[in-house]
């Protein structure tokens, strides 16, 4: 009598268990896209990736604007710790916007070059 009533209690907590796994996995998956993600921001995987859409086209290696180059790991880091690039970037007024002639780096890429800085120049 009593394992006939438990039987289907273990099944229908069994039922409710996996119910609410897929909608913790649902959740994950639909809000995690919009997340962003700042740990183990690398110059590799993430930094140049922005460098070289927004500021390559004219710090690149020949002529570069203001001087600047800004192509590479070294050039950029350099440029970080002695320059104005945080502020050209983030457009606080501290230095000319950048990129020059329009747009700005969204709120996710700020935050990624803050964190890249913070963790030591990761390349
Ligand atoms: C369309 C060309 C162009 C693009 C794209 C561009 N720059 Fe510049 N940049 C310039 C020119 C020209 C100057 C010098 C004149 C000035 O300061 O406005 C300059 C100056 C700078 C300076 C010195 C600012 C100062 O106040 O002395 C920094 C730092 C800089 N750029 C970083 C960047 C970064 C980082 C990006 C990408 C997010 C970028 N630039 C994208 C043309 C550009």
Same mark, same amino acid.
């Given at each position: 009598m009593v394992a006939r009533m438990i039987k289907p209690l273990v099944f229908s907590l069994m039922v409710v268990?996996? &119910?609410t796994a897929c909608y913790y996995d649902k959740g994950e998956e639909l809000y995690g896209k919009?997340? %962003? @993600?700042?740990?183990?921001v690398?110059?590799?995987?993430?930094i140049s990736v922005f460098v070289n859409q927004s500021c @390559?086209? %004219?710090?690149?290696v020949t002529s570069p604007s203001a001087?600047?180059? &800004?192509?590479?790991? +070294?050039?950029v880091v350099e440029s970080v710790k002695n320059g104005k690039? @945080? /502020?050209s @970037?983030?457009?606080? /007024?501290?230095?000319?916007?950048?990129p020059? /002639?329009? /747009?700005?780096?969204?709120? %996710?890429?700020?935050?990624? &070059?803050? +964190?890249?800085i913070q963790g030591g120049f990761k390349q």
């Amino acid at each position: 009598m009593v394992a006939r009533m438990i039987k289907p209690l273990v099944f229908s907590l069994m039922v409710v268990f996996s &119910l609410t796994a897929c909608y913790y996995d649902k959740g994950e998956e639909l809000y995690g896209k919009n997340q %962003c @993600v700042t740990t183990n921001v690398t110059y590799t995987n993430d930094i140049s990736v922005f460098v070289n859409q927004s500021c @390559v086209g %004219c710090h690149g290696v020949t002529s570069p604007s203001a001087g600047i180059s &800004l192509h590479d790991y +070294a050039t950029v880091v350099e440029s970080v710790k002695n320059g104005k690039f @945080v /502020g050209s @970037v983030k457009q606080d /007024g501290t230095a000319s916007n950048m990129p020059k /002639g329009g /747009g700005k780096w969204s709120n %996710c890429q700020v935050s990624k &070059l803050d +964190a890249w800085i913070q963790g030591g120049f990761k390349q």
